[in-house]
């Protein structure tokens, strides 16, 4: 999947840096709180992060991973509400931050930019409904191969074994990503490498078979 950043041309990368400043975040730090105002519009440069809620019992939904390309808090920067989730980095962060106005007045300036941010949200919402639906209509099992694709796809590296998907996500955060609970994540991880199709190791998953789990995500 092609992030934000990257479907920029070089003159609007470079406008667009023109009006930022870099800024980085240690494992662990709170990039932003959910409710919260946003003062900028975050481009991560390295380093991923992960999007969550919590829901009124303190149970943490995971909503997405995003990684380098990505935009974040463009739906504050748009509508000047809260922070809809808290982000949360994964591992060392280094971003771009354009102050709210900033951002603003670079989008009046750059018009096929506001285009792409468009589709970006309505990509977003596609993507959200999507998994809405995988909510209702997969097991467990079918939720976290579905996980596992996404994040091969993304940010897995081939090796002689199959793709590594190295990322600092617990089972707990998986749970909370696929609607889950641990207990039954580990027992769908389990069953994924019964099949042969994964192997599991300290924070990072290989998926041997990518076409098996992508077929049993489905």
Not at 85 to 107: C, D, G, I, K, S
Not at 162 to 179: H, M, Y
């Amino acid at each position: 999947m092609t992030e934000f950043y990257e479907l920029l041309s070089a003159d609007e990368q470079a406008a667009l840096e023109a009006a930022g400043h870099r800024r980085q975040w240690k494992r662990g730090a709170v990039i932003y709180r959910e409710a919260s105002r946003s003062e900028s519009v975050i481009v991560l440069k390295d380093g991923r992060v992960k999007v969550s809620s919590d829901t009124a019992s303190g149970v943490e939904v995971v909503l997405a991973v995003r990684g380098p390309g990505a935009l974040l808090g463009e739906f504050s920067a748009v509508d000047g509400g809260p922070m809809s989730a808290t982000v949360t980095a994964l591992e060392p962060v280094t971003a771009l931050a354009v102050p709210t106005p900033e951002f603003e007045r670079y989008l009046l300036g750059h018009a096929r930019v506001s285009m792409l941010l468009m589709r970006e949200v309505i990509r977003r919402v596609r993507d959200a409904d999507r998994k809405r639906i995988e909510f209702g209509a997969y097991d467990t099992t079918g939720r976290v191969a579905a996980r596992l694709v996404e994040l091969a796809e993304r940010f897995g590296e081939q090796t002689e074994e199959g793709l590594r998907i190295s990322l600092p996500l617990s089972q707990d955060e998986l749970a909370g990503w696929t609607g889950s609970s641990r207990e039954a994540v580990t027992k769908a991880l389990r069953t994924l490498r019964e099949e042969g199709w994964i192997q599991t190791g300290r924070l990072h998953v290989i998926v041997r078979d990518l076409a098996a789990l992508r077929d049993r995500a489905q």
